[in-house]
Structure formats: structure tokens, C-alpha cells
């Protein structure tokens, strides 16, 4: 029975994965003109040093975007990866500082906070039928929240020197929490092509019906991506700790904004089902080049608002004609 | 022919030590804790001014989106790194966390200034802003007379990772606790906005209606304070103080719906960046015999100046005249 049902399903999928090609086509397209234009405008745009730096200040964001894309593949949201961001960035420096931790060990326990915070999250949306809206909107209350009340508002600072080199070290060129995304963006990947998992978050996302009488555990999954997404705001968060040199309670406020915008450009559908890492890794270079260059520039970050709105609006139409050119040639 | 080539050469000679003698183009960057609080738009205003008088100096002044978030900040300022900025003006916005931040700028050979609000490390060349501590004391005082040694009072406190919030608490909180005749009901933080400033007023006359003064550590939280006291019908009863000398509360204190307000001088202070940022630039330091912030690394100072302005002070000392006070009071009118 297995296969009888799994054969249209993979049709679909090798269907999804065909569009994903031609949709990648288009925003590497966009992100190549944005490219140029900044090139063109701004004389500190082309150069190794900034390239490097745009790739580091977005390593966290790169990293909630992982979580936030099989997140939105199952065709649920996670409101809440900012305010466990800060979390993660807070229970981190908490441990170190006043737990008397060491740095491992304090790390460890700021992860498993973190995916704890999916894992209720998910829990209510897997069992309770909670719109993930609202439990992830939920969960960012009572995460930012707890963050927030640790710190008293300011910061918790004091860490470990040795602490320093997860945000601020590199190795030859390459900046750690560069590497660390690139570790995080390449697992992902490979869960979601390699592994059964994988197939499920499309199965469920594309059709959720047709996935449980296929004998998917659908609350399972659901359960499963939303822990995996706290897990990468967590991971995002001690970056950001280390970064800092401190634990800060305010953080993740505009990079909650950014993760959904890198996914949705990056061409993953809300609606489920369709999306993939290299085209999320292809809307966050877009979202840092943008900010990046229009910094360079002297630009307002009013603007910047602006300007990521006009993307978002801009990709999803692309999408959007794709979508209904293909559908007249059927 | 020899006499036509020493003369080439002294031509030669002239015109390239005449282009070196020219002044050098300075470009700078001021990366604000925001934009979207008028005391700021003065300072952003004074130091545009100074630059523009000038004129070899170009000004790239930015603010952060979230003005509690830090690492859109961080952002800016790294950017300002590869724009290869000759200063850094930096008004932080998290006092402890912002000096990873300052280190890379200091180990990109960049000197930063912290403005108004300081940074609690990083070597930075010097500080220009109001003497905060000085200020809270000016309130506290100016309170004390105002209230005749006797009443209850609450607090409207700034973000708290704030250095200039913590400096004007070390002000005023000492000196009011010297009268023993003012109860201090309740401190709330309002996080530097008007939106905050209005629900917690609001909150707070709810929790103690006999309130008889409020000491909002910025304008833009006693401006939204003082919505909540029109709503409540209790401007006539509780006195309220700012600190920022934003011309929108200059306004309202001229026409008494503020009792005093704090005037930091925003516009000045922006022109002192500007200068200061020229001289450094030009390989000079700052005066080292001049006060020292209490932070560490330490530095120096550049006080840009504080006074204390009221409904009298304005209203019948100085009257229509007070349009030529120093400072962007020159810009307020009726």
C-alpha cells in the first residue's frame, strides 16, 4: 500500500524539485543584479574584507533561516526564533558568568533551553491542533520574556575570554560562525534530500491528508521541526552571545524579520511543500547584500524596511507568474 | 631652453605643493542609537551644520532600526569599517556589548568617539556629552524647590543597559533621597519612548493618584507621559520634568504643560563631534587634564554643557526674548 501511494507523491516531488531549479535560476539572477548595481554605486562593496563581513553578520540569520525553512515546508511559522535567539544568547551567558559553568557546558544547556522552547512550541501544534501562529507567538512572549527578566533589561557580561573565539575568531579567513552556518545550512540540506524526515516535511507540507493515509506520523513531524527550529535560534543566539561578549535580552527583534524574508525570497512557499536550502542560502545573501550595500551607501535603515518589503513583494510575484505560466502549458 | 625649463619646474613645483596645501576631504560616521527621537534629529542637525560650515568634511550619520537592538548597530558600524570612515562617532546603545565592537574598529586603526551615551570599554578618544550626573542632580534639586521639600514622586527610567540612563539615576537618586520630606512611589523604566512613557504613567497615577511629580529620564518618555496626565485631567496636579531639551518639550514647558525640563544642548553637541572628530583626524589628542568618565578603559570628557530651564524661565524672565538662548532654543517659538 506504501507504494502504490508513494508513487504520485514522488512525481510531485521531482515535479517541486524541477521548479526549484528554475525559481533558483531567477533569484540568483536578482541577486547577481543587486550585485552589480552596488558594485557600480558603491566603491567599498567589491572587496574580500567585505564580503567576509557581510557573510559574518549574517551567520545567525542564516541559521534561524535553516530552522525557519522546514518550518515554513511543513507549511506552519515560527514567530518565535528571535526572542529564543535571545535566550539562547542569555541562558549561554547566564551559565558561564553567574551558573560558574564552563563554556561547554553552558552551551549545551542554552541548546537544549532553546530546542525546549520549540519542542512546547511544537507540542501544542502537534497534539492540541494549535495554529503554529500561535504557539510560536506564544512561545516569543514567554521566551523574549524570560530573556529579558535575566538580563533586568541591560546586559550579562563578563564571559570567559577563551568564550570570544565561536564569534569573533576565524579560521585562516574564514570567520567561525561563517563556518558553523556552513556546517548548519549543509545538515539541513542533507536532511531534507537524504533522509526519510525529508520526504515526510515535503509529504506533509505539500499534502497533510494524503501524508497521514500515506502513514506519516504528521504530529511527529511537526514536533520534530519545530525542536530542530529552536534548536538553530539557540545555536544562533550564542553566536550572537559571543559576538557580543555579553548576553543581551534585546536581540533578534529585526533578525526574526530577515530569517522570514531570506526563506520566502529564497522562494519556500508559506503555503508548504516547496522550497530548499540553496534557495534559502540564496535569499539570505540577498537580504545581507541589501543592507550591506545600502549601509555602504549611507542609506537610511527606514529605507532598508523599504527595500526588503519591495523584495519580498517582488519575489513571491516572480513565483507567482512562474507558477501560472507552467500551469498553461500543462 | 634652460630658462624655460627652471620655469616649468617651479610651475611644476607650485601647483603640486599648492594641491597638498589644500585641506583634506574628512569623512565621518555617526552611527546613532535612532533616528526617530527629535533630541537626536538635533544633534544629527548640529553636527550636519558644522560639517557643512566647514566644508571638507563629509558626514554619514545613521540610526539603528530597533533602538534597543544592538546588532543592527553592530552592523552599521562594521559597515562604516569598510567604508574606511577616518572617525567613528558612536552613541551605543548597550554600554557592555557594544565594546567587541570598538575593539574591531580600534584594531582597523579607526579612532572612535562616543557620543552622549558612553561605552564601558574599548579605547575610545573621548566622550562628548552632557554631564548626565550633573543633570539628574539639576532635577533632583529643581524638584525639591518646586514641591517646597514635601511630596510623593515617581520615576520614568531610560533602557536600562543605558550608560546615560545609569549616570542621571547616579544623579538624581542620591541628591532626592537627601529630602526627606520626598517619597519616591514608584521607578519604572520606559525604555527612552513615548509609547512606553504614556502606558507607564498611565500605570503609575492608576497605582498612586495623589502623585505630586514625575522625573522622566528623556523627553520623548515625559512627552508621552504627558498624554497620559492630559487623559487623566492631572496636568494642573503632578509637575513633570524631562531631560533632553528637545525642542518639542521646550515647547510645552514655554506653555506650562511641563513644569522644567534638562537642556542637554543636542545641537551643540553635534557640532563639538563634528569639530573634535576634525582635530583627531588631523593627529591631535584630546586634553588629557580634563575629567574622565568612570568606565575602563577611562576617557576623557568633552562636557557639552547642562542648565535647567522652567515655566518662569521662560515665560516671564525671559519672555519672547528666549528665542535667542544659545543652542537650538534659538529655533523654538510660540
Redesign the interface.
Known sequence: MMEKVAQPETLEHSEKKMGGWVKRFSTLIGLILICLVLTLTSKYFLSFENFISILLQNANIAILAVGLTLVILLGEIDLSVGGVEALGCVVAAWMMVYGGLGIIPSIIIALVASTLCGLVSGFFVAYFRFHSFVSTLAMMGIARGLALIYTHGASIYGLPDSFRFIGQGSIGPIPVPVLVAAVVLLLAHFLLTQFRLGNHIYAVGGNIEAARLAGINVGRVKLIVLSISGFCSGLAGIIMASRLNSGQGTIGETDLLDAIASVIIGGTSLMGGVGTIPGTILGVLIISVIRNGLNLLGVSSFWQMVAIGVIIICAVLVDEIRRRLQEKER | MKKILVIAFIVLFATVSISFAQKKEFRFGMAMQT?QNPFYLSMKAGAEKAAAELGNVKL?I?????S?????Q???I???????MDVIGIVAI???????TIEKVNRAGIPVITVDTDADGGKRECYIATDNVLGGKLGAQWIEKALYGKGKIAILEG???SQANFLRMEGFKPEIEKYKGIQVVSSL?A?WRRDEGMRVMNDIITAHPDLNAVMAMNDEMALGALEALRTRGKLKQIKLVGFNGAFEAIQQVYRGNMAADVVQYPERIGELFVHWAVRIANGEKPPQDLPKTPTNPPTVHIDSGVAIVDVPLLQIKVGPAFKAIGGELKNYTN
Open positions: 533616528l554619514t545613521v540610526g539603528a532600526e530597533h534597543t537592538d544592538l546588532t543592527s553592530v552592523k552599521q562594521e559597515d562604516f569599517i569598510q567604508m574606511k548597550e554600554k557592555k556589548g557594544i565594546i567587541p533602557a536600562p543597559g523604566t525604555k
